[in-house]
């Protein structure tokens, strides 16, 4: 089956969203999710983050790979809602020293969240020692030292690399280059803003071969752009635009031993905090894939690399 994915961005925009099933029914007054989870920290130690996945208008950034869009709103919210959806999420949640608002899109989109509820944020998490938020590289600048200087603990910004393969970065429709995000980061670190970045494992237009060795260059990237912490995400589909490029033979999903291979190699070259994304990983061996999948689990925990699992079923078909 051919492509039938646009080359002009404007057009890609529309391509994607024509793929797209429909988006989640949403509260603007509550968050659409909330949880405690440990996280090894910049500290070294093991400490409790609360998350709240907040209820905000969708991304502008219309990125192929995209599934968060299904927890938006088409709209902006009124002044007001966000901070009530996080009174009501830390309300729900026990004790945690770090926090993090992740909005489905940038943080610093004023569209996403109004301005005029930066203070009433900074006073509900003044509480936590760390928060981090999420921000598009392009959206960086004057609002973020703002909005530090309202806080009490250390800000840190989850921008998303994706890929530090040039092309297939262009590919992703996700406009930003780069040079853009080296901007982004070195502008962060001149103002002492902690740095977090996000990296999709076999991306779209990626061959299967090369995938280990993209992600690998990727976290080395990241690494040399101020990055202490790095997250490797298995690329899913789920949003419409996957399946279709998965048809075309332009996507494949990462197998369980490509994410195992990236997760040594960022642990192995101990530059900063490697974490792999395990949320809905599917094993495909029910002999080793869950043992797998707890020793990456461990792996995040105690950032050291653990022995590999060997399996007797796995190595009879091979």
């Known amino acids: ?79 007001g809602a966000i901070p009530a959806q996080i009174k009501r999420a830390l309300s729900q949640l026990p004790p ?14 004023p569209h996403a969240i109004p301005p005029e509820d930066h203070s009433p944020i900074a006073n509900l998490v003044a509480k936590f020692d760390r928060l981090i938020v999420e921000c598009h590289p392009s959206l960086i600048n004057q609002a973020c030292l703002s909005f530090k200087n309202k806080i009490d603990g250390q800000l840190e910004i989850a921008m998303g690399l994706e890929t530090a393969h040039p092309q297939v970065l262009a590919q992703l429709n996700k406009r930003m280059t780069l040079d853009q995000f080296k901007r982004a980061a070195d502008f962060l670190q001149q103002n002492k803003i902690a740095l977090r970045v996000f990296i999709l494992v076999q991306p779209p237009f990626m061959r299967e071969e090369e995938s280990v060795e993209w992600a690998a260059r990727s976290l080395d990237f990241a690494f040399d752009s101020g990055a202490t912490a790095a997250t490797l995400i298995p690329t899913r589909g789920g949003n ?62 105690e950032q050291k690399l653990l022995p590999p699992i060997h399996c007797n079923v796995c190595e009879a078909r091979s």
């Not at 990462?254 to 905090?273: D, F, M, Q």
């Not at 894939?289 to 707890?294: A, K, L, S, V, Y």
Request: hydrophobic share 35%; aromatic share 10%; proline share 9%.
């Open 1 to 79: 089956m051919s492509s039938l994915y646009p080359t002009n961005p404007a057009q890609r925009d529309h391509w994607i969203v024509t793929q797209r099933p429909a988006r989640n029914t949403l509260d603007p007054q509550r968050p659409y999710a909330y949880l405690v989870e440990d996280e090894y920290s910049a500290e070294n130690k093991i400490v409790p983050v609360a998350t709240v996945f907040l209820t905000n208008r969708e991304c502008p950034f219309r990125c192929v790979m995209c599934d968060l869009w299904k927890n938006t709103l088409p709209t902006t919210v009124p002044i």
């Open 240 to 301: 419409g635009a996957i399946e279709h490029l998965q048809a075309t033979n332009e996507f494949t999903p990462p197998k369980l031993a490509t994410l195992e291979a990236a997760a040594v190699y960022g642990l192995t070259i101990n530059r900063g905090r490697v974490f792999t994304d395990l949320w809905d990983i599917q094993p495909t061996c029910a002999n080793c894939g869950p043992p797998r999948i707890e020793r990456l689990r461990r792996m995040n925990l």
């Open 96 to 109: 945690a020293r770090h926090i993090k608002l992740y909005n489905a899109g940038s943080f610093f989109d």
